[in-house]
Structure formats: C-alpha cells, structure tokens
C-alpha cells in the first residue's frame, strides 16, 4: 500500500519552531519530487515548497523563504520541513505529496500521492 504520513504538527508560540516529517511507505520517495502544502481556515490549499527527485534542488515560496528548509533523508524515506520563526500566519493543516516524473513544481493536480495533514497552529 503506497501511503505518505505527515507528523510533528502542534501548538507553538509566535517565533518558534516545528520539524514536520513526511514519511513514505511502499514505495521509495528517492525518485520522486516532494511538496509541502498547507491550507489555513477559509483559504485554498498552497503550495510553499518542493523538493526534486534526483538533484533534490529545491523552491520556496516568498512568504516562507529564509525561515523553511525541506530537506530528504533516503535512507529513513523520510522528508523534512523544519520551520523556523513561525508567525500566526502560518497556522494551517500541512500536508506532503509525492509526484512521480514531475520536476519543479507546485501545481496540486501534478501530485501522485498526498498524506492526510497534520495541524500546525502558532499563537500565543
């Protein structure tokens, strides 16, 4: 069964941190491209930041550059999101997809796979 599982959402104070992991079972994330999204309440779902498969060049988005890194650790098929500074603003359901024979992209109907999401909520 091809599943992704997020983890590591939660309650954290406006400044400070969370690592989201995103880990794949049934199949190899080395060889695919990966992208973190998230939806706030009443907003649509966006795209911050991807991962390539093979080089594993990476993009984010402006509104989380310089405080998010994406990072891949193959041998656990696991990818990261450590998320640094947070502001209120970033309170959203996270949620990590997979797309085969994709490369640089962000757009949500290119994705194969997509994890269930995990809450992240930073306020004081």
């Known amino acids: 069964q091809l599943q992704l599982v997020e983890s590591g959402g939660g309650l954290v104070q406006p400044g400070g941190s969370l690592r989201l992991s995103c880990a794949a079972s049934?199949?190899?994330?080395?060889?695919?491209?990966i992208g973190w999204f998230r939806q706030a309440p009443g907003k649509e779902r966006e795209g911050i930041v991807y991962?390539?498969?093979?080089?594993?060049?990476?993009y984010y988005v402006d509104s989380v550059k310089g405080r998010f890194t994406i990072s891949r650790d193959n041998a656990k098929n696991t990818v990261y999101l450590q998320m640094n500074s947070l502001k209120p603003s970033d309170t959203a359901v996270y949620s990590c997809?997979?797309?085969?024979?994709?490369?640089?992209?962000?757009?949500?109907?290119?994705?194969?796979?997509w994890g269930q999401g995990t809450q992240v909520t930073v306020s004081s």
């Open positions: 997809a997979a797309g085969f024979a994709i490369r640089s992209t962000l757009i949500l109907e290119q994705y194969d796979y």
């Open positions: 049934g199949f190899s994330l080395n060889y695919y491209t």
């Open positions: 991962i390539n498969q093979g080089d594993g060049t990476t």
